[in-house]
């Protein structure tokens, strides 16, 4: 790195920019990630990213306009996130599941100024821009690369009035109970939860993750591929989470940490090559994005024994790591979702914001310098979810005498049903541990009778035929009465989103008519 890189930087400014920056230097020419066949060092990653910035400039683009990103995991994704920050621009990372009126809609609501997509995904981008006349500067993601690898000098600090409290990046919330919002994340915010991310999940430069989860999601961007790029680590980058291509590299390039939602883990468990791939280089296996079933947890512990397992829970809007439960943790809580971390402060509490007791169910509550400073346009959602100083979850949990944190239900997926409360979560916990289940969501459907009737949606296993008179007699040795499903439905898949999260809105969408009208 020449010293006109840096030239002009105010020395007392921390952005993530200045973070690249000190990266760049400490560990400069070894590798920092590897896509397909190339692969990039910690300079060279900071110097191309530079070179992209530059371009966007060139091409019109000021500190605080909206750079929108639609497409898969690739280098020039990343690449165009790391030029955002160098250049002052704020990310705007796309669902690539997203089209139409959905895609349209993010555009429009962050206002962006650019949108650079996959190949893949052209017609789809190109069928929304026409309706977009603030677009001025649109592109294929591949189309950066060329611009990275050109060798071309950076004049001095790209943007030098960048703070710490200007805007990184829009994260839109997945949506999967209502209409995403976009979170404006600060510098400052992401910073604060890159350090808790490497404190709290033993992060060093040893390490060699497998980052195969989508990096507009906020968990594999900001809790893994981020905070390990600044503590030197090798990530390796694949474009979408497909089992057998995972294990193969697991096994051939010795990767010692990897993240997956539940429902990736259960894939990966339930594929013939598990067992066929030498998997013994895992040292650290996370999990997080929603909640794993304690069965799945138990099998994975078992079949990877020398592997240490972290709980990560979070939501978007703090970064999105809250809590962790860390290995010694799980053999006494294996349910829990382990305690605030270092940036974080949480209570669990009452709608008039008291503070509920020790195993009594309560909102989760935030305060913390990881938060969102608010809904991008949406005064009114920043103020709700706000309300009372601290940022209301949406999740309801418990917490014990200990301070660690279980994780019940979302305060949308509470099935209240002929008066009683009931967490999903504790149903499908139930069903899981039948021989057949693959894979199981609970919902609460609406009733002339129950207001909410509690209905199971069930995968099987390879192998498995439908029995719901077997599922109903195994629930009913974990469950009290009222609890138990008054239907299972049988499906070959269950809706999710490109991020792993089981879509529960969509089930209650289709099958609602149905059972309001039993």
Known sequence: MTTT?????????????????????????????????????????????????????????????????????????????????????????????????????????????????????????????????????????????????????????????????????????SGTTAAPKGAMMTHRALLAEYTSSIIELDFSREDRALAAL??????????????????????????????????????????????????????????????????????????????????????????????????CYGQSEIGPLATVLRPEEHDARPASAGKPIFNVETRLVDEQMQDVPPGTQGEIVHRSPQLLTGYWAAPEATAEAFHGGWFHSGDVGIMDEDGYLTVVDRVKDIIKTGGTIVASREVEEVIFTHPSVKEVAVVGLPHPKWIEAVVAFVVLRPGETPDSAAILTHAKSGLAPFKLPKAVIWLEDLPRNTAGKILKRELRRTYEAEFAQA
């Open 214 to 311: 989508p990096l507009y999601h906020s968990a594999q961007m900001h809790v893994f591929v981020m905070p390990q790029l600044l503590m030197g680590a090798h990530s390796r980058l694949i474009a979408t989470p497909q089992p057998e291509t995972c294990l193969q590299l697991i096994e051939a390039e010795q990767i010692t940490s990897f993240f997956a939602p539940p429902t990736v883990w259960i894939s990966l468990l339930r594929s013939a090559d598990f067992d066929r791939r030498d998997l013994s280089s895992l040292k650290f296996v996370y999990y997080g994005a929603s909640i794993m079933p304690v069965p799945v947890l138990q099998e994975l512990r078992a079949r990877l024994p020398n592997a240490r397992p972290y709980n």
């Open 5 to 173: 890189e840096t030239a002009g930087q105010s020395t007392g400014r921390n952005t993530i920019q200045d973070a690249l920056s000190r990266a760049a230097r400490r560990f400069g020419a070894a590798t920092a990630l590897s896509y397909e066949d190339r692969n990039w060092s910690f300079a060279g990653l900071y110097q191309s990213a530079g070179r992209i910035a530059l371009s966007l400039q060139q091409a019109g683009l000021k500190k605080g306009d909206r750079v929108a990103a639609y497409g898969t995991n690739s280098d020039a994704f990343f690449l165009l996130w790391l030029a955002c920050v160098r250049g002052g621009f704020v990310h705007v990372p796309i669902n690539y599941g997203l089209v139409g009126r959905e895609l349209e809609y993010i555009l429009a609501n962050s206002g962006a100024s650019a949108l650079y997509w996959d190949a893949a995904l052209a017609d789809k981008a190109k069928a929304v821009s026409p309706a977009l006349p603030q677009l001025s500067v649109t592109g294929l993601l591949s189309d950066l690369l060329p611009l990275a690898l050109a060798g071309t000098p950076v004049p001095g600090d790209l943007c030098p009035d960048l703070c710490d409290e200007d805007l990184a990046q829009l994260l839109y919330t």
